[in-house]
């Protein structure tokens, strides 16, 4: 079957040090890779994605590249904000009937100033 | 551009009372659409899904039920609440077609307390 596989945390950092949330997956068949950012209190919303193989998604200064001989979409940034605590899911979709799409645990990230 | 709304935000029900969850998605067509729960300081847990109205799927065997009466409208409901049901309800969209890659858009989340 179909799921993901992350590191959980809590995950705390200092203000502008780098960030790295592991993940990885195991798929039928040819996904797309998702992560999604939850905010206190709020919806998930997307915060990059990658369709295939070696695409690198990015967004507000994150970024994750779809390594398909490591089944993995490690989620970096450089330097975070406090701002950036948050709730992070990495998730994949598979097409198939009712559009599979499976989440991982989460990791919480604390940042401190 | 695509909107989905939910509601209500919040709410607090005793237990062995209904419950209604609605949710709509604006300005598209044809979406799946997604009930999740999340517990507190937990993951998501997927509930229904459904394909098209009145087709629905579910994904776990509970006190719950979902309905979609109308293309872009979904809800979840419940004839009497449990203690257990409390948590964060999210109500979500997708579409492989038409320029969408499969991923998920969710709607704000609805509250449940149930004491």
């Known amino acids: 079957g179909n799921s993901v596989t992350q590191m959980e945390g809590p995950v705390t950092l200092s203000e502008e040090a780098f960030l790295t949330i592991n993940c990885t997956y195991t798929?039928?068949?040819?996904?797309?890779l998702f992560w999604y950012v939850q905010y206190p209190g709020e919806g998930l919303q997307l915060l990059l994605k990658?369709?295939?193989?070696?695409d690198k998604g990015s967004n507000k200064g994150f970024e994750a590249t779809y390594r398909k001989e490591t089944t993995s979409f490690h989620l970096e940034k450089g330097s975070v904000q406090v701002s950036d605590s948050a709730v992070y899911f990495c998730?994949?979709?598979?097409?198939?009937?009712?559009?599979?799409?499976?989440f991982g645990p989460g990791t919480r990230l604390s940042v401190l100033p | 551009s695509q909107t989905i709304h939910q509601w209500p935000a919040t709410l607090v029900q005793p237990v062995g009372s209904p419950l209604s969850l609605e949710c709509t998605v604006e300005g598209t067509s044809n979406p799946n659409l997604y009930w999740y729960r999340q517990a507190a300081g937990r993951g998501l847990q997927l509930l229904f899904y459904s394909v098209g109205i009145g087709q629905i799927s579910s994904e776990v065997p509970q006190n719950l039920s979902a309905s979609r009466p109308q293309d872009r409208q979904f809800i979840l409901s419940s004839k009497k609440l449990l203690l257990s049901d409390s948590g964060f309800y999210l109500c979500?969209?997708?579409?492989?077609?038409?320029?969408?890659?499969?991923?998920?858009?969710f709607g704000e989340g609805s509250r449940l307390t149930v004491l």
């Open positions: 979500a969209w997708g579409r492989l077609a038409g320029g969408f890659t499969g991923e998920l858009f």
């Open positions: 990658a369709t295939k193989a070696d």
């Open positions: 998730a994949l979709s598979v097409r198939s009937y009712g559009q599979n799409f499976v």
């Open positions: 798929a039928t068949g040819y996904p797309s």
